[in-house]
């Protein structure tokens, strides 16, 4: 069972690797949105991270790198850290759980070792969870109270991306695949727990027999004497 456990944690690892790089690398974080006096639906505005997109139709899509970082909103400065960090957990994650695996012989025959290890990239995946899902949130949050803002321009909402709906479930796959890693640990720990005590008893019950059949009788040490 832990083996399978195991097995499913490494494999959405790496749908949440794959998911992170997607959701960090899409344009489509904000997206133009036609309400009001802003009706030209042939005219399409996307707001990424790294680049600006407008789509036209019957025209081929062009997109625009920011001259700058200065000139993003603070949500996206910040989500552009943050989702840079996200991908560096989940691959260190991803690392880090695979030598913990029982198949992995990184840490040889040392259980004690992989129990650690295994734990490490759990609590990794699970700040992978949260590097990733306050980034989008902030996006989030941001677009759908500037969107019902009654002081700003029609022309200057944004609706939510397919960017930010990756982003949230990513996270999710991100959180689930901590949970089975230290489910999974767990499990372990449990086993190496209820191991030892019988090890311990085993030992001493050898002692002991070992100590009684080193232990000569009354009646040999009496006819000794006589």
Same mark, same amino acid.
């Given at each position: 069972?832990?083996? /399978?456990?195991?097995?499913?944690?490494?494999? %959405? #690892?790496?749908?949440?690797?794959?998911?992170?790089? &997607?959701? +960090?690398?899409? $344009?489509?974080?904000?997206?133009?949105?036609?309400?009001?006096?802003?009706?030209?639906?042939?005219?399409?505005?996307?707001?990424?991270?790294?680049?600006?997109?407008?789509?036209?139709?019957?025209?081929?899509?062009?997109?625009?790198?920011?001259?700058?970082?200065?000139?993003?909103?603070?949500?996206?400065?910040?989500?552009?850290?943050?989702?840079?960090?996200?991908?560096?957990?989940?691959?260190?994650?991803?690392?880090?759980?695979?030598?913990?695996?029982?198949?992995?012989?990184?840490?040889?025959?040392?259980? /004690?070792?992989?129990?650690?290890?295994?734990? %490490? #990239?759990?609590?990794?995946?699970?700040?992978?969870? &949260?590097? +990733?899902?306050? $980034?989008?949130?902030?996006?989030?949050?941001?677009?759908?109270?500037?969107?019902?803002?009654?002081?700003?321009?029609?022309?200057?909402?944004?609706?939510?991306?397919?960017?930010?709906?990756?982003?949230?479930?990513?996270?999710?796959?991100?959180?689930?695949?901590?949970?089975?890693?230290?489910?999974?640990?767990?499990?372990?720990?449990?086993?190496?727990?209820?191991?030892?005590?019988?090890?311990?008893?085993?030992?001493?019950?050898?002692?002991?027999?070992?100590?009684?059949?080193?232990?000569?009788?009354?009646?040999?040490?009496?006819?000794?004497?006589?």
């Amino acid at each position: 069972m832990t083996a /399978k456990l195991e097995i499913l944690a490494m494999i %959405l #690892g790496f749908i949440g690797l794959f998911g992170t790089i &997607l959701v +960090t690398a899409l $344009p489509m974080w904000r997206v133009s949105a036609f309400i009001g006096a802003n009706l030209i639906v042939m005219e399409e505005l996307w707001e990424g991270l790294w680049m600006t997109c407008y789509n036209q139709e019957d025209f081929r899509m062009q997109c625009k790198e920011y001259d700058s970082v200065l000139i993003l909103p603070t949500e996206l400065q910040a989500a552009r850290g943050l989702m840079c960090v996200s991908i560096v957990l989940v691959i260190l994650a991803l690392s880090i759980t695979g030598c913990g695996t029982r198949k992995c012989n990184c840490c040889g025959d040392d259980t /004690k070792s992989k129990n650690i290890t295994l734990a %490490l #990239g759990g609590c990794l995946y699970l700040l992978s969870f &949260l590097t +990733t899902l306050i $980034p989008v949130s902030w996006v989030g949050h941001t677009v759908i109270r500037k969107f019902y803002n009654p002081t700003m321009h029609d022309s200057q909402k944004r609706e939510l991306g397919d960017a930010l709906f990756f982003g949230w479930a990513t996270s999710g796959i991100l959180l689930i695949t901590g949970i089975i890693v230290l489910f999974s640990y767990s499990k372990r720990r449990s086993k190496e727990e209820e191991y030892y005590p019988d090890a311990y008893l085993m030992a001493t019950r050898d002692e002991k027999s070992v100590y009684l059949q080193r232990t000569p009788s009354s009646s040999y040490k009496h006819q000794e004497y006589v």
